[in-house]
């Protein structure tokens, strides 16, 4: 019983740090939410009253950010689920698939803006275009120091609970700081008679988000398909594994990444002469070892190979 409960009270950590975690995405994301209705509020009335297209398409960029902070904070809840008879493994992936759904929801804003730029570039005709107050130009100076403070601080967050909807939703407010980068270009590039800078800047802007888009999507779909961890990782495991007393060598060692956990599995060699208790005992060391030192690891199967030693193979022989 004592070593039974000894196992249970390492697996406390875990449930806390996923409490947490939520706790502190719920936070951000409420964040965002009310920093984007704020600010696409205060960018619709400039666009407006100053005459700019670029400002009012660029509220309705920030607008859509509270959709995505929506879909971060509903996959975070989904993911940090308890294991169920459904679901023995728990839902980690959930909030993969939030972070997919943020890629194409950033891939389609990017696609909007650069396809728009493009047929303006094409037209030729600038002539029909109204020149653009001061007022669209100061909101998008404050709109790219807000968003960039808020790109940082959601990046950092999510890199503190190593959380992919959040790191995506990150990069949609660094699209829409790009976003307001391009209106400002577009603002004072029209008052000094060079108005076909808002559409060549939109292109650029639509470039960076659709790389943005492609890596979030990537690293979504290494989680989700058993990618197994990367080799500083492993060699790390390798070393925590022998340096515990009585293995003797390891056999087999496979990580997958499942969402933001790791579980792995392990075969080690242990002396062929000792007793079922004894072997037994150092794979619970070696897996409570292995938990202590990767927090991310959320499940490890221990398996125990005899290795006979060469006094008894020359005894054999």
């Known amino acids: 019983m004592k070593k039974r409960r000894k196992y249970l009270e390492t697996k406390v950590p875990a449930c806390v740090q996923s409490v947490s975690a939520e706790k502190t995405a719920y936070k951000v994301s409420m964040v965002s939410i009310i920093g984007n209705v704020v600010l696409s509020v205060f960018k619709l009335f400039a666009g407006l009253a100053a005459h700019s297209g670029a400002m009012v398409s660029d509220a309705v960029h920030s607008a859509s950010d509270v959709f995505s902070s929506i879909i971060v904070i509903i996959g975070v809840k989904l993911s940090s689920r308890e294991s169920d ?101 577009g603002v004072f590039g029209a008052r000094m008679g060079y108005p076909a800078l808002d559409p060549i800047a939109s292109v650029l802007i639509c470039v960076c988000i659709a790389k943005a888009a492609i890596d979030i999507f990537r690293d979504a779909v290494d989680k989700m398909v058993d990618h197994a961890c990367d080799t500083s990782t492993e060699q790390a495991m390798y070393a925590c594994v022998l340096q515990e007393k009585g293995v003797l060598q390891i056999d087999i060692l496979r990580t997958r990444v499942f969402g933001n956990k790791i579980y792995v599995d392990l075969e080690i060699g242990v002396e062929g002469k000792k007793t079922l208790e004894d072997a037994h005992e150092v794979a619970r060391r070696v897996h409570n070892s292995i938990e202590q030192q990767f927090p991310k690891v959320k499940h490890i199967m221990v398996h125990v190979n005899p290795v006979m030693m060469s006094e008894d193979r020359n005894a054999i022989e």
Request: proline letters at 2%; one cysteine or more; a neutral charge.
């Open 85 to 185: 008879k459904e679901h023995p493994y728990g839902h980690e992936r959930m909030e993969c698939v939030a972070a997919v759904v943020l890629s194409g929801v950033l891939m389609l804003t990017g696609l909007l803006i650069g396809v728009q730029a493009v047929q303006n570039i094409l037209s030729g005709d600038t002539s029909t275009l109204a020149i653009p107050g001061l007022l669209a130009g100061i909101a998008a100076v404050i709109s790219i120091v807000t968003k960039e403070a808020m790109f940082h601080y959601t990046k950092w967050n999510a890199k503190k609970i190593d959380s992919s909807a959040l790191l995506a939703d990150a990069w949609h407010h660094r699209s829409d700081a790009l976003s307001s980068v391009g209106a400002l270009i």
